[in-house]
């Protein structure tokens, strides 16, 4: 039998889930661990590249993993941890930033737009960022690496310096793909449709969280912006709101694009507002409520990320080890 291809992916603890996360990530993450042998990790070190509150950054990080899990990522068939807890990340970032360039790092677009946005916080950490995301990926040996157009940069420079070591030590990583899943979407925000939908646009209304209430869905999705024409029709270049809106309806449902036009044909944006809002409800519904039931159960989510953490440093490891091996470390002696 040809062996399980590997997937890694993460998402960072510095805001909450969203509806763009769920149908652009987590709703795939949970079907691709039918064909591949998938590592999902709750990304903590990421997160503190940018100020965040102790407290609730532990109480984020755990009731991410309730909602990885509520999703629908099997606990037993994937292996989900938490970031700080398999060392090895911090180990091997620090190596793979001596053969990660200034030069490349500097080149990094979301180095620059984070820095432009945060110019009282432009800490080291946020510039080797991609070193830390690079040791990520390649202490799994993984395959493919499922994220977002504005991680595709990132992929890029995890395979340049996976090609750069190799080329100097033989063939110690796998070179990772960007890979782009079958089914994923790209929700936009409500308000703001020309721009992905984010949890820190939280404040303008027009980001769905994925503990939201029945009643904020239905009230967000009421002031959603359109335009000021009248047809329903899919043209994201010229109705980039009610192409939002149809996408939503039409993953949600299951529904193609044209499907989802015929049946709005005639009907005014009220109504698709109105429908959109009751089908993301529908969905988010059974997501929320076990979600806010394993949030309860501390006890059950220290038995999924420890044994989480301790089959991901089984891997970790092994490539940590050939990495200090190659580059001439001593083994540490056991203490
Ligand atoms: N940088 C990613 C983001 O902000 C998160 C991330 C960190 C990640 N390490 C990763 C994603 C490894 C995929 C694989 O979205």
Sequence with gaps: MEEKKTILSGIQPSGELTLGSYLGALKNWALLSNEFDCFYTIVDMHAITSRQDPKELRERTLAQLAQYIACGIDPISNTLFIQSHVPAHAQLSWVLN???????????????????KNEDNINAGLFTYPALMAADILLYQADLVPVGDDQRQHVELTRNIAIRFNGIYGDVFKIPEHYIPKFGARIMDLQNPTDKMSKSAIAAGGCILLLDTPDDIIKAFRRAVTDSETQIVYDVANKPGVSNLIEIYSVCTDKSISDVEAQFAGLGYGSLKQEVGDAVVETLRPIREEALRLMEDKAYLESIYKEGASKAALTANKTLNDVYDKIGFIPAPIS
């Design 98 to 116: 001596c053969y990660a360039m200034f030069g490349e790092l500097s080149r990094m677009t979301q180095f620059k737009d984070k820095s432009a």
